[in-house]
């Protein structure tokens, strides 16, 4: 069976699911197009332009599927390319536009949203990655078209919800012998550094902990040219209280499965996770996760996981650090590579028309 695989924002978990699926499903004929996850305006928008001409020999070969992510600008690329409009087409939302947070700094826009929108309308197969994003999608696809004046069709969002369905993007299964932790309590905060994942609850959750707490904090993840202010209080708080650990981008993969091995917790602050990838893996390497009650952590994790708020973030904190609290770190063995291959395997086998597979979620 031969796979059209379209990535056109290639971030990193991005990737890491395209190069999964590559790995773990060599029964499928692969080709792959993407771009790189810079320009995000432009590249939501021209994607298809930069495809449909530059492409066009490549996108009109013989295909039994097409596979895109959300940010493909489906519609215009099957006007551009005819012969894509035959393909039976399963669209892949590792986040929707509807639900990321704004900032004070940034122009709303609604073509992104659009863009998902008509890509959805074309696709034969939707696939989410949690319930939270499909229902933040047609949450936000319904006020959406609530707003418009006129001429709009009745039942979008129950079109959608007819053919969608939740599947997550998988993570690699690490092996049993790595886990190395011990004391001091080793917590891990592995996001991007951006105003989304929310570095001023972290700064603020470390300046409430009592600061005779034996603990390092490693804060790790992707960088950017410009950060969030709250890093530099971050990094000058952990170095006066003696809890600094690794700073920075991991890049090195072997360092980062050793980091994951060696901490005893992973926190989230995050405004928004539509998975909470980073936060995955590092449960299945074996941390004990402290996350948001609410976006997608209640559908893998516990409730003594969760948190409310501020205060009952640094209570939990607290009694772990102090070991007056001891709590078994979740199965999320469900959320792997070898449990997920054959669902993926029979929705692949389904959308190209092969097989028959039900809905996950």
């Known amino acids: 069976m031969k796979v059209l695989l379209l990535s056109p924002y290639d971030a990193v978990s991005h990737a890491s699911w395209r190069q999964g699926l590559l790995r773990h499903l ?40 097409l596979l895109a992510t959300s940010m493909t600008e489906l519609a215009t690329l099957r006007g551009l390319v005819p012969a894509l409009a035959r393909l039976p087409t399963l669209l892949y939302f590792h986040e929707n536009q ?19 929108l008509y890509a959805a309308l074309c696709a034969d197969t939707l696939v989410f990655n949690s319930c939270y994003n499909r229902d933040s999608f047609l949450q936000g696809v319904a006020e959406l078209l609530q707003r418009l004046p006129d001429a709009v069709p009745a039942g979008v969002p129950e079109r959608l919800m007819a053919k969608s369905q939740v599947l997550p993007v998988p993570v690699e299964a690490p092996p049993a012998s790595l886990r190395t932790a011990g004391p001091p309590l080793e917590l891990l905060w592995n996001h991007r550094w951006e105003y989304d994942k929310g570095p001023e609850l972290l700064l603020a959750c470390l300046e409430q902990l009592p600061a005779y707490l034996p603990l ?31 700073w920075g ?14 901490c005893h917790l992973v926190l989230s602050t995050a405004h928004h996770d539509f998975q909470g990838l980073a936060v995955i893996e590092a449960v299945a390497a074996g941390c004990l996760p402290l996350v948001p009650d609410r976006l997608a952590y209640p559908e893998w ?53 092969v097989a028959t597979a039900g809905p996950v979620c």
């Open 98 to 116: 509807f639900a990321y947070p704004k900032t004070s700094h940034q122009t709303h826009s609604v073509e992104p949203q659009m863009v998902s």
């Open 26 to 65: 060599p029964q499928f004929d692969w080709t792959c197009l993407t771009l790189p996850a810079r320009f995000f305006s432009w590249r939501i928008r021209g994607n298809s332009l930069t495809w449909g001409l530059d492409e066009r020999a490549l996108l009109e070969r013989d295909y039994d599927l």
């Open 301 to 353: 994790f516990p409730a003594h996981c969760r948190y409310s708020d501020l205060q009952d973030l640094v209570a939990k904190l607290v009694s772990l650090v102090s070991r007056s609290a001891s709590w078994e770190v979740p199965d999320v063995s469900r959320l792997t590579w070898p449990a997920l291959v054959p669902q993926y395997a029979a929705l692949l086998a389904s959308t190209g028309g």
């Open 249 to 262: 981008y991991v890049e090195d993969r072997r360092e980062y499965s050793a980091l994951l091995a060696s």
């Open 216 to 246: 390092k904090v490693h804060v790790v993840g992707q960088q950017f040219r410009q950060q969030p202010e709250p890093f530099a209080a971050i990094a000058k708080l952990l170095q006066a209280r003696g809890w600094q650990g690794r």
